[in-house]
Nanobody, 124 residues
Framework: QVQLVESGGGLVQAGESLRLSCAASGRTFSTYAMGWFRQAPGKEHEFVSAVTRSFGTTYYADSVKGRFTISTDNAKNTVYLQMNSLKPEDTAVYYC?????????????????WGQGTQVTVSS
C-alpha cells in the first residue's frame, strides 16, 4: 500500500503561482511513476503531469506545458507540482496518484493509489 497526502492548494489570482506537494508513505519503492491529475466541477479527471521514478522522465499535458513543472525529492518521498502563470481554467481539485506498473501515464485508471485532493482556485 502507498499513502499519498497532497498540500499546497489555495486561492490565487490569475498570473500567480502555487506549488503543490504530495508526500508518499508506505511501499513507495514499488511505484513506477507519480502523476498529477485535476478535476473541475462536472468534468472527468484530466491528466496534468507525471514523472517516472527510475529515470525521472517527465510528461505534461499540452495545456500546462511551459507553465507547470513536476519534480521529486526522493529522500523525502515527495513529488511537487510548481504551477506558474496560473489561469482561471486551471481551477480544479488536484490529485496526486501513484502507479505501480509500466504503461501509459495519461489515463487515471492506470494508477493504483490516490490522494485526497487539494483545491486550486484561480480568480480572474
Amino acid at each position: 500500500q502507498v499513502q499519498l497526502v497532497e498540500s499546497g492548494g489555495g486561492l490565487v489570482q490569475a498570473g500567480e503561482s502555487l506549488r503543490l506537494s504530495c508526500a508518499a508513505s508506505g511501499r513507495t519503492f514499488s511505484t513506477y511513476a507519480m502523476g498529477w491529475f485535476r478535476q473541475a466541477p462536472g468534468k472527468e479527471h484530466e491528466f496534468v503531469s507525471a514523472v517516472t521514478r527510475s529515470f525521472g522522465t517527465t510528461y505534461y499535458a499540452d495545456s500546462v506545458k511551459g507553465r507547470f513543472t513536476i519534480s521529486t525529492d526522493n529522500a523525502k518521498n515527495t513529488v511537487y507540482l510548481q504551477m506558474n502563470s496560473l489561469k482561471p481554467e486551471d481551477t480544479a481539485v488536484y490529485y496526486c496518484a501513484a502507479r505501480s506498473r509500466i504503461g501509459t501515464l495519461y489515463i487515471p485508471s492506470g494508477y493504483d493509489y490516490w490522494g485526497q485532493g487539494t483545491q486550486v482556485t484561480v480568480s480572474s
